[in-house]
């Protein structure tokens, strides 16, 4: 296994990110304990916040959130996940709540909080009550269970969606037994009973449509990108390793696979540091913001898919061996890489970019 103190592949510019190498190499070394369910995610959680990366919201320094981000991504993936939830919770509570909230969210974090965005529904989908008072109906794909203190709940559906602020710590509204697919194991998703919680007047966080606005809604999927590239740079990086190990890295065929794929995801990396500028900058128009995050979100996609390739071609069998680490990685990231509506992203951003005169050259430089 090669040593977790090892920096994984980056982009220049992500090499010197803000994660400290010792928070990097605890992570990577708890990230199979994890997934087996052998150890609580919570403690790599622990590991970011006293870091001080838990009152990182992507406003201040957007470029270094992504860089962060993609660190984490690359060495624990699942950890990486609940810490974008976190992010976006925090960037949704700045924007859309009031002082009082964010004065609240503060004290909260100060305690050792956890926050996440809950937007999935399942059967019955959440609602208010008819006294208009109560939740009603479930969440679904819920990140987090029994790690989160709270949660930002979409509640309705349509351009009117609200947002309420819910602490989410109550174990027996949670619900893992629907979290049966290979990767990702360690978020322990799953579903979450809302019925009868009151957000009160203090819990909305914002008005109706508020969540919908551009460019905090989809122009916000560059830290899913981000998350994306460092995955798949750091199973490159695990796969070379192995190969070195090895004695098998000397072929040419092997260094060329695997440095194709690293070049996509280093022009991938290059793109979402773009998207996250681009996101919190307002004299960019905020469709163009948001044609840029939905291009970093697929084409990392697709350079993680071609990355998943690469190292499976250059281990082989090894790479399926139960216990391998890169088999691991692979399996998250694969299931990491499914986010919802890939298809009607493609289509929104080419609709702005290419439906009108100059909407190629127009986009930030």
Known sequence: MPDAEATFITSPAAQAGPVPARVLAALSAAADAEERGAAPIAASVDLLRRAGLLEDDGTADPARTARALMQVGGVNLSVGRLWEGHVNALHLIRLRGTSAQRDRVRKWLAQGALFGVWGA??????????????????????????????????????????????????GDRADLSGWTVPGMRATASGSFDMTGIEPGPDGWIGGPGDYLREPSFVGGVWRIAALQAGASAGLVDRAAASLRETGRLAAEAQKTRLMTALMRVWAGMALTERAAVAASDPAIA????????????????????????????????????????????????????????????????????????????????
């Open 121 to 170: 529904d399942g059967v019955p989908p959440v609602t208010l009550s008819p006294g208009g008072a109560q939740l009603v109906g479930v969440k679904n794909f819920a990140s987090g269970l029994g790690t989160l203190s709270h949660a930002l709940v979409t509640v309705g559906s349509g351009p009117d969606v609200r947002l309420a602020l819910i602490e989410v710590r109550a």
């Open 286 to 365: 905020a469709e163009d913001a948001v044609s840029l995050s939905i291009s970093a979100r697929l084409f990392t996609e697709e350079a993680a898919l071609a990355a998943i390739h690469a190292v499976e071609q250059s281990l082989g069998l090894r790479h399926f061996a139960q216990g391998s680490p890169t088999g691991r990685m692979a399996r998250d990231l694969s299931v990491y890489l499914r986010q919802a509506a890939r298809d009607a992203l493609l289509q929104q951003a080419a609709d702005h970019v290419l439906g009108r005169d100059g909407g190629i050259g127009g986009l930030p430089a």
